[in-house]
């Protein structure tokens, strides 16, 4: 069964550093988004990208970070200067189409964990 | 409270039990969705349910909606001690023409421990 791949699966850097944080998604999905899960915390939405342009984001998704696809099968998040509260599980997510469809099911890869010290 | 709320926070049944988890939301959706997380792990989707529906299965799966209320909810019928993981509630809203724009909300999600 086709599945979302991340890597690396553990990223530990220093304040201040900047990561790039990558994803394979599922090859003929159409929109990507980031996710993700401070420990002991809820899944926050972070950013959705279709047709090579971010659709939506939210608060926390500030000049910090960036998204790209630089490629027809990768889609990454680049943190710039890393923070300690950045700490967190990141998700990555593909669905084929949004609605209320099963096409919109978002499939999650096993995520990152980011450790920033 | 705030979007995709679940209660109980956590529950703790012996094996072959039902384990009933609940959701409750505050703005329109256009669908809620069920996911399954083991600990440290991705999330697995488990079921969607479409807003103008009420009730879906899969296996032993069971998924209510009332958008009257607001609120779902996501039954495991014949509970096994491999069903142990958080679940988690997350809704997609809805615009004004009724389509989703794809994000999910997620709530706080339910710690459920099936005992063998």
Same mark, same amino acid.
């Given at each position: 069964?086709?599945?979302?791949?991340?890597?690396?699966?553990?990223?530990?850097?220093?304040?201040?550093?900047?990561?790039?944080?990558?994803?394979?998604?599922?090859?003929?999905?159409?929109?990507?988004?980031?996710?993700?899960?401070?420990?002991?915390?809820?899944?926050?939405?972070?950013?959705?990208?279709?047709?090579?342009?971010?659709?939506?984001?939210?608060?926390?998704?500030?000049?910090?970070?960036?998204?790209?696809?630089?490629?027809?099968?990768?889609?990454?998040?680049?943190?710039?200067?890393?923070?300690?509260?950045?700490?967190?599980?990141?998700?990555?997510?593909?669905?084929?189409?949004?609605?209320?469809?099963?096409?919109?099911?978002?499939?999650?890869?096993?995520?990152?964990?980011?450790?920033?010290? | 409270?705030? @979007?995709?709320?679940?209660?109980? @926070?956590?529950?703790?049944?012996?094996?072959?039990?039902?384990?009933?988890?609940?959701?409750?939301?505050?703005?329109?959706?256009?669908?809620?969705?069920?996911?399954?997380?083991?600990?440290?792990?991705?999330? $697995?989707?488990?079921?969607?349910?479409?807003?103008?529906?009420?009730?879906?299965?899969?296996?032993?799966?069971? $998924?209510?909606?009332?958008?009257?209320?607001?609120?779902?909810?996501?039954?495991?019928?014949?509970?096994?001690?491999?069903?142990?993981?958080?679940?988690?509630?997350?809704?997609?809203?809805?615009?004004?023409?009724?389509?989703?724009?794809?994000?999910?909300?997620?709530?706080?999600?339910?710690?459920?421990? $099936?005992?063998?």
């Amino acid at each position: 069964e086709p599945e979302v791949t991340q890597t690396p699966s553990h990223q530990v850097t220093q304040m201040g550093q900047e990561v790039i944080l990558r994803c394979v998604p599922i090859s003929n999905h159409l929109y990507f988004y980031w996710y993700r899960q401070i420990l002991g915390q809820k899944v926050e939405f972070l950013v959705s990208f279709y047709n090579n342009e971010i659709s939506e984001k939210s608060e926390i998704f500030d000049d910090q970070f960036s998204v790209e696809r630089p490629d027809g099968s990768n889609f990454t998040l680049k943190i710039r200067s890393t923070k300690l509260e950045d700490s967190a599980m990141y998700f990555c997510a593909s669905s084929y189409r949004t609605g209320g469809a099963t096409k919109n099911i978002q499939y999650f890869g096993a995520g990152t964990r980011l450790s920033v010290l | 409270s705030q @979007q995709g709320e679940e209660d109980p @926070q956590a529950l703790s049944i012996q094996e072959g039990e039902n384990a009933t988890m609940n959701c409750s939301y505050k703005t329109s959706i256009n669908n809620l969705q069920w996911y399954r997380q083991n600990s440290g792990r991705g999330l $697995v989707h488990l079921i969607l349910i479409r807003s103008n529906e009420r009730e879906k299965h899969s296996g032993r799966l069971r $998924v209510t909606l009332d958008t009257s209320k607001k609120s779902s909810s996501l039954l495991i019928t014949a509970s096994r001690a491999a069903d142990t993981a958080s679940y988690f509630c997350a809704t997609a809203p809805s615009n004004a023409g009724g389509t989703s724009y794809g994000k999910l909300t997620f709530g706080q999600g339910t710690i459920l421990t $099936v005992h063998p």
